[in-house]
């Protein structure tokens, strides 16, 4: 598919349009273990632009593939949530630490970006990530993996909440 702007519904969109209603509660639920499993929330069309993956996303990328784990981070606001399978991570520097925790002990990644949408304050991305286990005994998988990235109302600049879906790497 070529770039464009879908103003029609789609699954890309009716999808959006529920990952986005939850946004403006997640503050409220940082402080919880628990949070609800279902909340009633506002629901909202989003239009979505198919477009080339921004230097911001492709920087963080490159710190976590090169186990660098330096500028690329600035993408995240101080406060920011991250949420990647079951992690429930508080604040950029506890994403960075995390990561870096998870992949320094294991494997080396390779992210590649599939395609790349843009929602004004939603970011959504598909692609793969090879993890290159170190253990050379072990084979490298190669899952797939979903992220969506909620921008900051204040600093649109900044992700302030990363929900994040990688695998399964093996069945």
């Known amino acids: 598919m070529t770039e464009s702007t879908r103003t029609r519904p789609s699954p890309l969109t009716a999808a959006a349009a529920v990952a986005v209603a939850p946004s403006t509660p997640a503050a409220e639920l940082r402080g919880s273990a628990n949070p609800p499993r279902t909340k009633e929330t ?44 079951v992690s429930d991570w508080h604040g950029r520097e506890a994403i960075r630490e995390n990561l870096r925790a998870f992949v320094d002990k294991g494997f080396t990644a390779h992210h590649d970006v599939v395609e790349y949408w843009d929602g004004g304050q939603l970011k959504v991305f598909r692609g793969f990530v090879t993890m290159t286990p170190n253990d050379p005994s072990q084979k490298p998988a190669r899952p797939a993996m979903t992220h969506f990235f909620y921008m900051d109302e204040k600093d649109p600049s900044k992700v302030i909440h990363w929900h994040g879906s990688v695998g399964p790497v093996a069945f």
Request: with cysteine; charged share 25%; proline share 2%.
């Open 42 to 85: 506002e629901v909202k069309s989003v239009t979505f632009t198919k477009s080339q993956t921004p230097e911001w996303l492709l920087a963080f990328w490159k710190e976590i593939d090169d186990k660098t784990w330096g500028k690329g981070f600035d993408c995240f606001a101080e406060n920011a949530t991250a949420n990647l399978g």
